[in-house]
């Protein structure tokens, strides 16, 4: 079992020394153009949702950014929960699709206009299962908003309601996205130096 957001590359190199800023070859999304676009996001979401109260339903652990900064960005009643998950199964390089739940909701969402909030889609498979899951829970409305969309790998195709930007099929770090667990508190998303990863693809 691989805890989510141990992402395709489990293990760092521990013959490598971590330094967050030079083990980054290239700034993909700087922190400027996030935090412009999270506002974007903020704007849209309190339009298409106006006069009601939404629940933001982050799932942990890379979407914590991302969630902190697009609740302060959206100006309609809302209330957060929380999940965590982790796939297992598969190679430590792919996403198997089966998922285990770490942490459940804490409040119901029967009845509530749900917005699950994530920080990357790249094969589809866990957002697949969490949102069958919360359909489950009888919710009045479920949309889905992302940060960063990666279809190149994609292999469930579900409909995205919010997307943040839409990325190369590359494995990125920071603003929440970490390898080996490390990088999450970078305030740019990144690419890693190739000579950083101890796993080829
Ligand atoms: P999926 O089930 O393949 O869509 O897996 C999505 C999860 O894989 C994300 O929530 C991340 O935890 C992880 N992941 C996928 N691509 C990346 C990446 O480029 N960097 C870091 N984590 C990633």
């Keep these: 079992m691989r805890a989510r957001g141990g992402s395709r590359h489990d293990e760092p190199d521990m013959s490598h020394t971590v330094n967050l800023q030079a083990d980054v070859a290239d700034v993909l999304l700087s922190e400027e153009r996030i935090r412009e676009r999270v506002h974007e996001l903020g704007r849209q979401i309190s339009h298409d949702y106006a006069g009601q109260r939404i629940t933001l339903v982050s799932v942990l652990k890379g979407s914590l950014p991302f969630m902190a ?4 960005e959206i100006d309609i009643p809302l209330r ?5 998950v982790s796939s297992y199964g598969g190679a430590s390089t792919e996403s198997s699709g089966l998922v285990r739940i770490l942490k459940d909701l804490s409040a119901s969402i029967a009845g509530e206009q749900v917005l699950l909030v994530e920080d990357i889609i790249d094969t589809g498979l866990t957002l697949n299962y969490l949102v069958r899951y919360l359909r489950g829970k009888n919710p009045a409305s479920l949309r889905i908003c992302t940060l960063l969309d990666k279809p190149a790998r994609r292999l469930v195709d ?3 309601d ?8 590359q494995f990125v770090v920071g603003y929440g996205l970490d390898y080996g667990e490390l990088y999450r508190n970078l305030r740019f998303v990144g690419v890693l130096r190739p000579e950083v990863y101890s796993v080829a693809d």
């Design 69 to 72: 900064d697009l609740m302060r």
């Design 162 to 169: 919010y997307t943040g930007f839409t990325i190369p099929d």
């Design 80 to 84: 957060i929960d929380l999940m965590e």
């Design 158 to 160: 579900i409909p995205v």
